[in-house]
């Protein structure tokens, strides 16, 4: 998932996801660049609702990583 976090709520709201969930942040947390999270399958529509009931912008890079891996791999 590709997260563009445009305020400094965002980033709190973001920073603080990634400490009580098992939300994996690539890079570090910076205003008004995109970040690219790993999320288990698991929790992804709650983030996605989290995210979007905060008006924080993201897209869906991939739903399943290892298919991506293989084919890449391969």
Not at 21 to 34: D, G
Request: proline share 7%.
């Amino acid at each position: 998932m590709r997260i563009w976090p445009r305020t400094d709520d965002a980033i709190e709201e973001l920073r603080i996801l990634s400490e009580q969930s098992r939300v994996q942040l690539w890079l570090p947390l910076v205003k008004n660049m995109s970040l690219d999270v790993v999320v288990p399958p698991s929790i992804a529509p709650d983030l996605k609702d989290i995210l979007q009931e905060r008006d924080i912008e993201f897209s869906v890079l991939s739903t399943d990583i290892e298919v991506g891996l293989k084919v890449i791999c391969a």
